[in-house]
T-cell receptor
Framework: KQEVTQIPAALSVPEGENLVLNCSFT??????LQWFRQDPGKGLTSLLL?????REQTSGRLNASLDKSSGRSTLYIAASQPGDSATYLC??????????FGTGTRLTVIP | SQTIHQWPATLVQPVGSPLSLECTVE??????LYWYRQAAGRGLQLLFY??????ISSEVPQNLSASRPQDRQFILSSKKLLLSDSGFYLC?????????????FGPGTRLTVT
């Protein structure tokens, strides 16, 4: 069964810093990997989706990479802002109808 | 554009009481629909998914059930709640041929069983 791990569980950085969030998964036979953002008590907002054939995706200050063979993905956030504070979730699609989620990294950007 | 609604937003129910959570999607047809639960300190866990009216697949054994009476309506139910049913319940949808596509999530329902 697919297992997804996110490290670190929590991260605090000063505003303006660049940062990297890590995600690893145990089964490299995936269709795609998705990064989500979750604000406290709210639903999930999709940030980036990387297909298994792709190496990276970019959206604004966000860049996600995927190394399927080693079972790793990173989410790079450039020039962090207080509004980036949230929990970031990584999810991999291993089957047609199932996403396997990590437990998330709680990010705090300090003004 | 597509939108997904869930209600209620929060719910406090005693142990042994019934449950009904509703999810509806607008702006799309024949979506795949999903129910997830997020328990404290744990990742999201897929509970049910549906690829069409009346078609429900269960991912984990539990005292919950799901139904899809209409194309864009997905309902999560229980006859008797347990304390362990407390959590944050999220509904999601994706388009047909969902393997390459994103799942889009609703705002969630916070359930506390007392």
């Amino acid at each position: 069964k697919q297992e997804v791990t996110q490290i670190p569980a929590a991260l605090s950085v000063p505003e303006g810093e660049n940062l990297v969030l890590n995600c690893s998964f145990t089964d490299s036979a995936i269709y795609n990997l998705q990064w989500f953002r979750q604000d406290p008590g709210k639903g999930l907002t999709s940030l980036l989706l990387i297909q298994s054939s792709q190496r990276e995706q970019t959206s604004g200050r966000l860049n996600a990479s995927l190394d399927k063979s080693s079972g790793r993905s990173t989410l790079y956030i450039a020039a962090s802002q207080p509004g980036d504070s949230a929990t970031y979730l990584c999810a991999v699609r291993s089957g047609a109808n199932n996403l396997f989620f990590g437990t998330g990294t709680r990010l705090t950007v300090i003004p | 554009s597509q939108t997904i609604h869930q209600w209620p937003a929060t719910l406090v129910q005693p142990v042994g009481s019934p449950l009904s959570l509703e999810c509806t999607v607008e702006g799309t047809s024949n979506p795949n629909l999903y129910w997830y639960r997020q328990a404290a300190g744990r990742g999201l866990q897929l509970l049910f998914y549906s690829v069409g009216i009346g078609q429900i697949s269960s991912e984990v054994p539990q005292n919950l059930s799901a139904s899809r009476p209409q194309d864009r309506q997905f309902i999560l139910s229980s006859k008797k709640l347990l304390l362990s049913d407390s959590g944050f319940y999220l509904c999601a949808w994706s388009g047909l041929e969902s393997i390459g596509r994103s799942q889009y999530f609703g705002p969630g329902t916070r359930l506390t069983v007392t």
